[in-house]
């Protein structure tokens, strides 16, 4: 026993009180000498078993700072300025009398709400989206209209043998269907509930009306809009819905494209379109479509007045260690470029870091702004007249805000930053560091032969009481393509506290790590990232870091994926393992996830709608899978999974779970009925942290 569970629960129950921030804005109606800073958290709250969010203000004068105190915002879906800072517009989620999801837009000045609608009421479209990965809410320059994205409203499904739907019917009521109550509706797949086909909708503040716009195509669905200079029109992105829907989430390579008044269509996987502050610019992210589901971006430009396109940031293929590797970036912040039009700040993944960064979309220069030691992640919320907000952290320093102006072209790494928090807390037992591990001959890619790769070794800065070295967690993360940043992450700063080493695996094909490590993948999992964890692990054994015969391994997802495959091809070397929502059976995957284009990825075919394996294909899409080596595996195995999992649906696991129980293996699976791909659910990420760490504790020697 590495702690007791009494003294686990009381470390989760701290560590879950440091909050995370999901936005930040620095106001923009501002009195002179001061300046208005508004940010939004969360934080977990185990009591109620649910996510608290709360909304806190700064004013900054100079180099002071006065906070105002939280409030809690649960019910704000959207709360966004007006561009002159005098009006704000919140989407709020309410409940009607009888228990159902509502949704009001309201209009606030400072001194007041000056406009509230029952969306509902107004019966024009469906549920509007959240920030997710479609949705938008923007002011009209003029600030008399607002563009959001809704859910496309449907005719009401009735049975034929409901009298008073079929009476309706023949009184020519609109809107009323007969026989469609079963019909299946094809979502966005994983975490987008019930998105179907959005819209695009306008609320005209002064009529207090909502009107949906008509000439999107019907076979795409419409998101991330914003308005054209001086509200002469909209460009937004339309994600295509080919012959059938396919996840949408963790995949910014679905086919879509950039409508956009005057300039026709691009047709490449496009996303966040942004005007430059001069009204002068569009930028907006582009990538091939298909293929890695998370790859290296380009940053495209469009001239406004010549229409003209060019490439800002191309792809990075290859790059040293310390160079600029690349644009892997979901989405464009709202606000993110200076006063002079020409320089984007930017949060990048650099390796196992996440650094802030400033892109000149005329020279194409790429320039890193931060690299202190401490801080081992930067993310940005905002700039406003060149002011930068930001927040920092690492594995043991929970978030914190912090303010800067930007200095001059060329000069930007010299920002001096204000913190706006006054005690930047820190987890003082934990210490982190970023290992580089060469990649042996043998093992080397036939075509990137130069391609290294890195981990995030976290331990504890205290003595163990027996005098053993700690017990050593190998954690790959998913994706495959996704990275590990040293950042504050809950989990890892309570294995540490309860006496784990950790060693998070950036195996090659992990995103920020260029293109050619990306591609460096293609059609070899299963053998060249399980190498490399195992690699890792070996290389912190021989540096006298930990003992052999005391590691452990866990993953969710494709890390999940690697952890069976740790187990399964190296029988004698892990004494447990944790599996979140593993892909087990990549032939068995391919007809149940949202995302069957991943499994052919994965072996190096292309994707086509009409694809269907043949025999040769399910050889290889079995060869690849962890169930492969199931009659080898002797580690014993806890599975944690979402009963939601529409990516990797929980068949998988429970695929492990029965060879195993077959084979005499001791195996424990957790089932989180709320739970979709990520255990996330408060109450259940809580209780799969303390089982994993029952479960590690029970198998150590
Ligand atoms: C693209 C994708 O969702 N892949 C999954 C198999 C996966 O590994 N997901 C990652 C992001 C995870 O950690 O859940």
């Known amino acids: 026993m590495v702690l007791e569970l009494e003294d686990a629960v009381d470390i989760y129950r701290e560590c879950s009180t440091f909050p995370s921030v999901t936005s930040g804005r620095i106001c923009n109606a501002q009195a002179p000498g001061h300046v208005r800073v508004y940010t939004s958290w969360s934080q977990r709250d185990l009591e109620k078993g649910e996510l608290v969010k709360f909304g806190r203000g700064h004013i900054v004068q100079l180099d002071i700072v006065f906070p105002t105190p939280a409030t809690n915002i649960a019910s704000e879906q959207w709360n966004v300025e007006s561009p002159s800072g005098k009006m704000r517009a919140i989407v709020r989620k309410g409940t ?69 739907a079929m009476k309706d019917l023949e009184e020519g009521k609109p809107d009323v269907v007969l026989g469609d109550e079963y019909l299946y509706k094809e979502t966005w797949g994983e975490q987008m509930g019930s ?135 979901l989405r464009l912040p709202k606000r993110c470029m200076a006063s002079d039009s020409q320089r984007l700040i930017l949060t990048a993944q650099w390796r196992s870091q996440s650094a802030l960064i400033v892109v000149d ?30 927040v920092r952290s690492s594995p043991s320093r929970p978030q914190h805000l912090v303010m800067g102006s930007l200095p001059e072209a060329g000069q930007e790494d010299t920002i001096k930053w204000t913190p706006l928090d006054d005690e930047q807390e820190e987890v003082k037992e934990i210490d982190w560091k970023i290992l580089s591990i060469d990649v042996p001959a043998e093992r080397r890619h036939p075509q990137f032969g130069d391609l290294s790769y890195e981990c995030i070794l976290l331990q504890s800065k205290e003595k163990s009481s027996d005098g053993k070295k700690r017990p050593l967690i190998v954690f790959p993360h998913g994706g495959p393509n996704s990275v590990f940043t040293a950042d504050f992450a809950l989990y890892n700063a309570c294995f540490v506290r309860c006496g784990f080493s950790l060693l998070m695996v950036n195996y090659r094909g992990s995103a920020g790590f260029t293109q050619n490590g990306i591609d460096s993948l293609i059609g070899r999992v299963g053998d060249q990232d399980v190498k ?129 129980q077959a084979r005499g293996v001791q195996v424990r699976a957790l089932c989180y009925s709320e739970c979709e791909h990520p255990i996330s659910e408060v109450k259940s990420e809580a209780d799969c942290f303390i089982n994993m760490l029952k479960w590690f504790n029970e198998h150590l020697p």
């Open 361 to 390: 979309v005329e020279t194409g220069e790429v320039r890193r702004m931060t690299n202190d030691p401490q801080f081992g992640s930067w993310q940005f919320l905002d700039v406003n007249n060149n002011l930068i907000l930001a």
């Open 96 to 164: 009607s009398k009888k228990g159902e999801e509502k949704q009001f837009i309201e209009i606030w000045t400072d001194s007041r709400m000056q406009q509230c609608i029952d969306v509902d009421s107004l019966d024009v479209h469906g549920k509007i989206y959240e920030n997710g990965e479609f949705g938008c809410l923007e002011w009209s320059h003029s600030e008399t209209h607002l563009l959001f994205v809704a859910e496309k409203k449907v005719a009401t499904s009735k049975s034929y043998f409901d009298r008073k």
């Open 532 to 660: 490399d964890c195992q690699g890792a692990a070996e290389k912190v054994i021989e540096m006298g870091l930990a003992d052999r015969d005391r590691v452990l391994v866990m993953g969710g997802s494709h890390g999940g994926f690697l952890t069976c495959h740790l187990i399964g091809q190296y029988p004698d070397f892990y004494k447990a393992a944790v599996a979140r929502n593993p892909v087990i059976n990549m032939t068995s995957m391919f007809g149940s996830t949202d995302i069957p284009d991943w499994t052919y990825t994965q072996i190096g075919l292309t994707f086509d709608f009409k694809s269907n394996p043949d025999a040769d294909i399910y050889a290889e899409l079995y060869n690849r899978s962890p169930i492969r080596y199931v009659d080898q595996v002797k580690t014993p195995l806890m599975l944690a999974i979402g009963a939601k999992d529409q990516r990797v649906p929980p068949k998988q696991a429970h695929e492990m779970r029965k060879a195993l």
């Open 195 to 329: 998105k179907v086909q959005s819209v695009l909708c306008v609320f005209d503040i002064e009529a207090g009306a909502v009107s949906v716009l008509e000439n999107i195509p019907d076979d795409v669905s419409p998101g991330q809009a914003v308005w054209c200079p001086d509200d002469l029109g909209i460009v937004c992105v339309g994600w295509s819905h080919e012959p059938y829907h396919l996840g949408i989430i963790y995949c910014p390579m679905r086919k879509s494209v950039l409508f956009c008044p005057t300039l026709g269509s691009i047709d490449q996987s496009v996303r966040s379109p942004l005007f430059s502050p001069d009204q002068k610019k569009l930028l907006f992210l582009e990538n091939p479509v298909g293929g890695p589901h998370f790859r290296c971006s380009e940053l495209k430009m469009i001239d406004w007045s010549t229409k003209g396109v060019v490439t800002a940031v191309p792809i990075v293929h290859s790059a040293k260690d310390d160079e600029f590797q690349g644009l892997f970036n």
